[in-house]
């Protein structure tokens, strides 16, 4: 055996996903093991998307499949497969008791009824980058039911509000796949290990930077941009900070996580409410940012106390290190952005 062998050997593999939710269950809101369950479900459709992701330059996969989705975007048919995976995991998975993803006008009864919780879910945001072979990722957010286990779930399950949140996270499908999530107790991340089939713990607690020096936006937008927003933005370049901007949600989200940085999604024309969608796209991308320090708002108030009305519906979001966010809101007229 040569010296680098025996080194390898000596190095611990590390903390598999299923090994930290096992030693944390207790922290889980409701400590039954469903959540842990809820988790793994994800984890396992994750891996299957991220392996058809990281095929889809060799197969005929890619590219559209000359359907619309609710939203009336064309749709692609990795985002056909990513949401039929998730669809599929968390039914077999057996504790989630109904599905609402940005693919399906409404919400997926699972015919588990006695599922204590709902999942909403994006299954493949970023779907416009799909074909350029650019970071792409899901995002989703769990709730416990609030009708009675036994019955079908209704639309009360899923219209309960950010802060009812029991979980939430995305995993980013990137230069390296990741799952990060939290379950109010901080932030954690797991990187996906590709020859092993495993998510291992590589980031155990994630706080973003109080601060930082990046903002991402669609500066194609900038003239309806409301004028707060134009006055931030030119702040930011009299600072010199770095515009970056992927256009995938969770890779601009998770850059500055990491680094320090703010995402904006304004109402523009177009969108009136912004372009994002609140349910499987503002309130865990929120859900995650508060748990790491930083801030989500929406110009007239926190993303995560939006009263939510409809399934689909958009708000704006400013997301990111609690300072950034902080100067942006500070410019806010109060009836600047309706939430
Ligand atoms: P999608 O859910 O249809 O993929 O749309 C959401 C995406 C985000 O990932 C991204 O941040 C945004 O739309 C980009 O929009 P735009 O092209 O208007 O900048
Ligand atoms: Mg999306």
């Known amino acids: 055996m040569s010296i680098t062998n025996e080194n390898a050997i000596a190095q611990p593999v590390g903390t598999t996903l299923e090994r930290y939710i096992m030693r944390k269950q207790a922290e ?49 048919k990795l985002d056909v497969e990513a949401n039929i995976r998730f669809i599929r995991a968390l039914t077999n998975g057996g504790e989630a008791c109904a599905v609402l993803s940005e693919e399906e006008d409404d919400i997926i009864h ?13 299954p493949l945001d970023g779907s416009s980058n799909i074909d350029v072979n650019i970071s792409i990722g899901t995002i989703f957010s769990i709730y416990r039911r609030v009708t009675p286990v036994g019955l079908e779930a209704t639309r009360e399950d899923f219209l309960q509000g950010g ?8 995993i980013l499908y990137g230069s390296s796949t990741m799952l990060v999530y939290t379950t109010g107790h901080g932030v954690v991340g797991f990187t996906y290990e590709n ?23 669609n500066e194609g937008n900038w003239f309806d941009y ?21 256009g995938s949600l969770v ?32 309130y865990p991308l929120a859900f995650v940012i508060e748990q790491a320090g930083g801030r989500a708002e929406t110009g007239t108030g926190a993303v995560l106390d939006i009263e939510p009305t409809e399934f689909h519906q958009r708000a704006p979001l400013y997301v990111g290190s609690a300072t950034l966010v902080q100067d942006l809101v500070a410019l806010a007229p109060v009836e600047a952005t309706p939430a």
């Open 163 to 170: 802060r009812k949140q029991v979980a939430a996270g995305y």
């Open 28 to 76: 889980f809101a409701f400590a039954t093991g469903e959540l842990s369950q809820l988790l793994r479900d994800i984890a396992l459709a994750g891996k299957i998307v991220n392996r058809e992701v990281n095929r889809a330059g060799l197969t005929s996969i890619i590219g559209a499949m000359g359907q619309q989705n609710v939203q009336g975007e064309a749709q692609q």
């Open 251 to 282: 890779a601009d989200y998770h850059r500055n996580l990491f680094t320090g940085g703010i995402y904006l999604y304004p109402p523009t024309a177009k969108n009136p409410q912004g372009k994002l969608r609140l349910l499987y796209e503002g």
């Open 226 to 246: 409301a004028q707060y927003v134009r006055d931030f933005l030119t702040q930011c370049k009299q600072q010199r900070m770095s515009g970056r901007y992927v």
């Open 110 to 122: 699972t015919g588990n009824c006695q599922g204590k919780y709902v999942v909403a879910i994006d």
């Open 195 to 217: 020859s092993l089939g495993e998510f291992f713990l590589s980031h155990p607690s994630i706080r973003i930077p109080a601060s930082g020096t990046t903002f991402s936006c």
